[in-house]
């Protein structure tokens, strides 16, 4: 199912993330909510991610805001970590990702 990058949350947004790394092909859901992969919630995941790509984070009113110094994207969402990894898996896989439904 296609969901726009700027909504991606939780456990579809840490499978793009891993999809973006090579990590996740477009039929595996193996990668779910547990301890194991969080970039998204985990600074020692997502926190390499966004030194890696130089994405930048800044408080703005109504959440965070992260923006590649790449490409110039920039996406605002409610933590840190979120804004970024939607920054990065949309420098890599574009506005929209086809995530299977099992994930959703």
């Known amino acids: 199912m296609k969901i726009k990058t700027n909504e991606l949350v939780d456990v579809p947004l840490d499978w793009a993330v891993a ?37 930048s984070i800044n408080r703005v009113v109504g959440g965070w805001m992260a923006t590649s110094d790449h490409d110039m ?8 970590l979120r804004a970024a990894m939607r ?7 574009g506005d929209e990702v086809d995530v299977p439904e099992e994930l959703l």
Not at 24 to 53: C, F
Not at 87 to 93: F, I, M, N, R
């Open 19 to 55: 999809k973006s790394l090579g990590l996740a092909s477009q039929t595996s859901v193996l990668l779910t909510r547990t301890d194991e992969y969080m970039p998204s919630l985990k600074w020692a995941q997502g926190g390499p991610i966004i030194e890696h790509n130089e994405i």
């Open 87 to 93: 920054c990065y898996v949309a420098s890599k896989l």
């Open 73 to 80: 994207r920039q996406f605002i969402a409610s933590t840190p």
